[in-house]
């Protein structure tokens, strides 16, 4: 099968098609998509050696349990023991010996076929297309943040970031009626959020806020220095986004103003695809453009431009629609 290997470098790869192991499934992939974890990765973030790729939609081929033979499907990245003292716990993303799909020590989505446990998989129906049951998994991470951080609609609260994760964050919180605003350095990707009613400003425009909430998508060493100027004492910062470089930090205004700093990661599933099949988030405006397999390469660097959104990668040509989305 055809794969984007990354060991230092990237790369298209002819390897084998995987095994699967008890209690495990075999998902032919139909798309998946480029996440900005990903162009960290290649940066030096985790050490990852192997095949890239987390967010995706695929058919199920093999697996024991037939309600999901032959059926499309999404699935949660983390593949875990189940039985260490997190996973009993309830805190099976933070398994002590998970695997992480495309991110730590399991092969990812970025090849023809790839390998879950099938408790990870859950099924799409009918009213979410392709293109957008790739934004399952970091629409779900979204969803993360209303179960970490009970955000009332009189709360001020502000999202960092107009990539593609901060616009999905954006459009979750906006469900919660919350005075949102969302400051970012790109006026087209802003416009999207704004014609969906959310506010939106240039960050060097924001000037002192007195936010309640404050949630980092920025992907940026400075985006918690930001965010901890514009959160007011005793509010609240939520950390999206993962980065590679490292940068020193006065952390005392932390202390000094009590404020409370929050790591987010994974989210629930059937959140983000409940969302999808009611309308209520709308990801199409996100995609910037298509690529097929063979193309991996390119759709990479086109991924790390400035200004681009959600790059996708389909393995079947079928799928493929050579112009840009947008």
Known sequence: MKALYFDNKLKLVECQ??????????IRVLMAGICNTDLEIIKGYRKFKGILGHEFVGVVEECKNHGLLGKRVAGEINCVCGKCSFCTAGLKTHCKDRRVLGILDHHGAFAEYLVLPEENLHLISDKIADEEAVFLEPLAAGFQVTEQVHIMPSDRVIVLGDGK???????????????????????????????????????????????????????TPEGLEMAIGLTRPRGTIVLKSTVAENRELDLTPLVVNEITLIGSRCGHFPSAIRALERGLIDVTP???????INDGINAFEDAAKKGALKILLTMDQKNLKKERLR
């Open 165 to 219: 994760l901060g616009l999905l964050v954006a459009q979750v919180l906006a469900l919660t009626g919350c005075d949102l605003m969302v400051a970012g350095n790109h006026p087209s990707k802003l416009s999207i959020v704004k014609s969906m009613g959310i506010d939106t400003s240039l960050i060097d425009d924001l000037g002192e806020r007195n936010a309640d909430v404050v949630i980092d998508c920025t992907g």
């Open 286 to 292: 996100l995609v910037s453009g298509m690529y097929s």
């Open 17 to 26: 098609k995987p095994e699967r192991g008890r209690g495990e499934a075999i």
